[in-house]
Nanobody
């Protein structure tokens, strides 16, 4: 069964770093533009970043520009999100999906908690 598995989250202090991973199985992630999304408690899921499949062009929501970097390793069927200088407002469950997010089911996500 095709699936997406996110990992790498955890508890981190403000200003710290984390690297999230999104590994696909059952299909070639490299065939698609992939996005990272997050959902904070009580809020709607929002797009954070994406990376195109054809030319590797990346985009970021304004709140993470200059702090987060998305990359992909098609040989490993994996997309990454490097999170630097994290802030408490980055606390959320992070998910990956195609962009637009048509893949179902969503993965379980990975919890990122930024707190001192």
């Amino acid at each position: 069964q095709a699936q997406l598995v996110e990992s790498g989250g955890g508890l981190v202090q403000p200003g710290g770093s984390l690297r999230l991973s999104c590994e696909a199985s059952g299909f070639r992630l490299g065939d698609y533009t992939v996005g990272w999304f997050r959902q904070a408690p009580g809020k709607e899921r929002e797009g954070v970043s994406c990376i195109s499949n054809r030319d590797g062009i990346t985009s970021y929501t304004d709140s993470v520009k200059g702090r987060f970097t998305v990359s992909r390793d098609n040989a490993k069927n994996t997309v990454y999100l490097q999170m630097n200088n994290v802030k408490p407002e980055d606390t959320a469950v992070y998910y990956c999906n195609t962009d637009p997010p048509w893949f179902r089911p969503w993965g379980q996500g990975t919890q990122v908690t930024v707190s001192s």
